[in-house]
Nanobody, 121 residues
Framework: DVQLQASGGGLVQAGGSLRLSCAAS????????VGWFRQAPGKEREEVSC????????TYANSVRGRFTISSDGAKNTLYLQMNSLKPEDTAVYYC??????????????WGQGTQVTVSS
């Protein structure tokens, strides 16, 4: 079974940083794109970032580009999201995902459990 275990969320002041991690198992990590979605209260779920473990290409939502950095470690089957210069509007539950393809298609094949990120002003 595909498993995606996210961790690293928490409470941080605006301007601070957090690093999310996601331990993946049950699929060929190196052959798929993986990434992060988030959902804030009362808002639709949105894609934050994606990385193709096949060729390393990355995508970012406009709202986080320049502040967040996605990376992955194939040896550890682990995905990361370094979040800097956090803003209150980044407050959300963050989900790690495995895409259906090797490229960042936006089509999610598996969802992990969420981790809460709260940014205070």
């Amino acid at each position: 079974d595909v498993q995606l275990q996210a961790s690293g969320g928490g409470l941080v002041q605006a301007g601070g940083s957090l690093r999310l991690s996601c331990a993946a198992s049950g699929f060929s990590f190196d052959n798929y794109a993986v990434g992060w979605f988030r959902q804030a209260p009362g808002k639709e779920r949105e894609e934050v970032s994606c990385i193709s473990n096949h060729d390393g290409k990355t995508t970012y939502a406009n709202s986080v580009r320049g502040r967040f950095t996605i990376s992955s470690d194939g040896a550890k089957n682990t995905l990361y999201l370094q979040m800097n210069s956090l803003k209150p509007e980044d407050t959300a539950v963050y989900y790690c995902v495995a895409h259906r393809h090797y490229f960042c298609s936006g089509l999610v094949g598996a969802w992990g459990q969420g981790t809460q990120v709260t940014v205070s002003s």
